[in-house]
């Protein structure tokens, strides 16, 4: 009985550690490959009705959860363009001439004259709550025959940081101090985390860890904190 009841004992404790766990992996917090790309529109690219009728934004948008750090891939071509706004009376209208500074971007001008030169145009979603996208050219046709989507950014995991924008002024520290403290460099925004946009996809992809982009990151953290360690390391090895 000692024996049998030993036994149980020796296989709780392996399966109490199993649950704790997938427990443990359910709980901690979603990794830089959390981020995603959505291709708008999926495999009908970024068109209006007339050009494509039928199409649908809202309803390919609908039921997705965008988070900030996202990324939306627009495939069309130089005859349309990408328009975001929070202004809800903007987006109704089909018309950002009146945008104010701060509400509205135009991440894709449309060619002056006709053209069907293929475009692919990056979105990064920056801040949290409604936006809206529509396609601003000829004067709002474009939009009003479908070429338009509104989505909810959810906060997610935030921003990675090489998207965040810079930190306010603050009073200078000494030149070591800034080189050994925060690499010497000021924060700047970038906007490659999307992979392989050239080549259009017809499904949402994950943004997973990239061997490059992360190193790449990781030695512009170390600055010229890193090149002093490295020059101090030199030094010693040949005296």
């Given at each position: 009985?000692?024996?049998?009841?030993?036994?149980?004992?020796?296989?709780?404790?392996?399966?109490?550690?199993?649950?704790?766990?997938?427990?443990?992996?359910?709980?901690?917090p979603r990794?830089?490959?959390?981020?995603?790309?959505?291709?708008?529109?999926?495999?009908?690219?970024?068109?209006?009705?007339?050009?494509?009728?039928?199409?649908?934004?809202?309803?390919?948008?609908?039921?997705?959860?965008?988070?900030?750090?996202?990324?939306?891939?627009?495939?069309?071509?130089?005859?349309?363009?990408?328009?975001?706004?929070?202004?809800?009376?903007?987006?109704?209208?089909?018309?950002?001439?009146?945008?104010?500074?701060?509400?509205?971007?135009?991440?894709?001008?449309?060619?002056?004259?006709?053209?069907?030169?293929?475009?692919?145009?990056?979105?990064?979603?920056?801040?949290?709550?409604?936006?809206?996208?529509?396609?601003?050219?000829?004067?709002?046709?474009?939009?009003?025959?479908?070429?338009?989507?509104?989505?909810?950014?959810?906060?997610?995991?935030?921003?990675?940081?090489?998207?965040?924008?810079?930190?306010?002024?603050?009073?200078?520290?000494?030149?070591?101090?800034?080189?050994?403290?925060?690499?010497?460099?000021?924060?700047?925004?970038?906007?490659?985390?999307p992979k392989?946009?050239?080549?259009?996809?017809?499904?949402?992809?994950?943004?997973?860890?990239?061997?490059?982009?992360?190193?790449?990151?990781?030695?512009?953290?170390?600055?010229?904190?890193?090149?002093?360690?490295?020059?101090?390391?030199?030094?010693?090895?040949?005296?």
């Amino acid at each position: 009985m000692l024996l049998s009841g030993g036994r149980r004992r020796s296989l709780v404790l392996p399966c109490l550690a199993v649950v704790a766990a997938v427990a443990a992996l359910a709980a901690a917090p979603r990794g830089a490959d959390a981020y995603k790309n959505y291709t708008v529109g999926d495999g009908k690219g970024w068109y209006d009705g007339l050009t494509l009728p039928g199409v649908d934004y809202q309803a390919w948008a609908d039921g997705k959860n965008f988070s900030l750090g996202d990324f939306l891939i627009f495939n069309t071509d130089k005859n349309h363009s990408v328009v975001q706004t929070q202004n809800g009376t903007l987006y109704k209208s089909c018309d950002y001439n009146d945008s104010g500074p701060d509400d509205t971007v135009e991440w894709s001008a449309a060619a002056p004259e006709f053209s069907k030169d293929a475009v692919t145009v990056a979105v990064p979603l920056l801040k949290e709550g409604g936006t809206y996208f529509f396609s601003g050219n000829y004067d709002g046709e474009q939009c009003e025959n479908g070429q338009r989507f509104a989505i909810d950014v959810a906060h997610g995991q935030g921003l990675p940081p090489d998207l965040r924008p810079p930190v306010a002024d603050a009073p200078a520290p000494s030149a070591a101090a800034s080189g050994a403290a925060d690499g010497g460099g000021a924060a700047v925004l970038d906007f490659s985390h999307p992979k392989n946009v050239t080549t259009p996809s017809t499904a949402d992809d994950n943004l997973s860890g990239d061997a490059t982009s992360g190193s790449g990151r990781t030695l512009a953290r170390l600055g010229s904190g890193g090149l002093a360690v490295m020059t101090l390391v030199t030094v010693l090895f040949a005296v």
